[in-house]
């Protein structure tokens, strides 16, 4: 490959299979490194990347690596004109990282300084960083923005490594006053391509509400779990701030705009709207015309009751807003799991351990 070049690490992943697509769509030169241990394997490539080259109908360029290897990454960068990394690979279950903290700090944070060196050889000055509004800890006010303090009330090692990562970037801006590092604060990412051939593939136990909803709707889990109906929220049940996958692929190719700017430029994505857990139920069952069973037990420790974002600043200044409603998003989410009950596995499959985007 001749020219300018974008690297995508974790690019078989949910997120990043999903802003793959829409790189490849928007004719942008790219090149994924996944370790895929959140990936089922195909025969070159991640299953999710095989999909994608068929909706797109443009070849993925891949590289099995993991980022805590500095000489895998060197002689992967050395054979391209890297410009641009998008940065999604990371272990990502919260609940896991309570249990394996070391993991998650060893592969999340040392494994991101490691790229990042690696960046500093080749002279690679753009990078776009997949975030999280765990960073923001337990809301203090609401909408969340942009200026809301971070690292406060983080309840998870998942959610440190990413503000820890954050810190680590805007220090490297300070240090090199021409890098230029965007850092996108995902609210709760929800839904599937339209195609439904592309979607969220949980290892084991889904983490997140969406895809076990999916999973009891499809019959792969009995019932959901819901956890307390006793908050201050209008139903009782928390309140989150759902994205469709799609829309939040998008907003990493407007933020590819910024990388132009020198500097750290720190951007929510998210709806500006937030849901209850009843709610999204209620209208999964619309979206499906399947049976959600569900029980309410009792609070998880760490859950708050509502969290949803103030996303103005990457409207003015990304030209970037959320179009898909949560009705897309459960519309999306049903193609995909009843069209791939197991998700990218089948029944002949092994399930893995571990979690990666």
Known sequence: MTGPVILVTGGGGFVGSHTVLELLNDGHAIVVVDNEVNCVPGETKPVSLERVEKLTGKPVIFHRADI????????IFS???VTTVIHFAGLKAVSESTRL?????WNNVAGTVTLLEVLMERNVKSFI???????????????????????????????????MIEQILRDLCKAQPEMSVV?????????????GQIGEDPNGTPNNLMPFVAQVAVGVQPKLNVYGDDYDTPDGTGVRDYIHVVDLARGHLAALKRTSTPGCHVYNLGTGKGYSVLQLVEAFRAASGAAVPYQVVGRRAGDVAMAYADCSLAKKEL?????????????????WQSNNRLGFKTEKTPEKNGHAS
């Open 129 to 163: 960083f997949s975030s999280s509004s765990t960073v923001y800890g337990t809301p203090q006010n609401l909408p969340i923005n942009e200026q809301h303090p971070t690292g406060q009330g983080i309840t998870n090692p998942y959610g440190m490594s990413k503000h």
């Open 183 to 195: 850092l996108l604060r995902y609210f709760n990412p929800v839904g599937a391509h339209e195609s």
């Open 319 to 335: 030209g970037w807003q959320a179009h898909l409603t949560l009705q897309d998003m459960c519309a999306d989410s049903w193609r």
């Open 79 to 81: 054979k391209y004109d």
């Open 68 to 75: 805590t290897d500095k000489q895998g990454l060197r002689e």
């Open 101 to 105: 903290p070391l993991q998650y700090y």
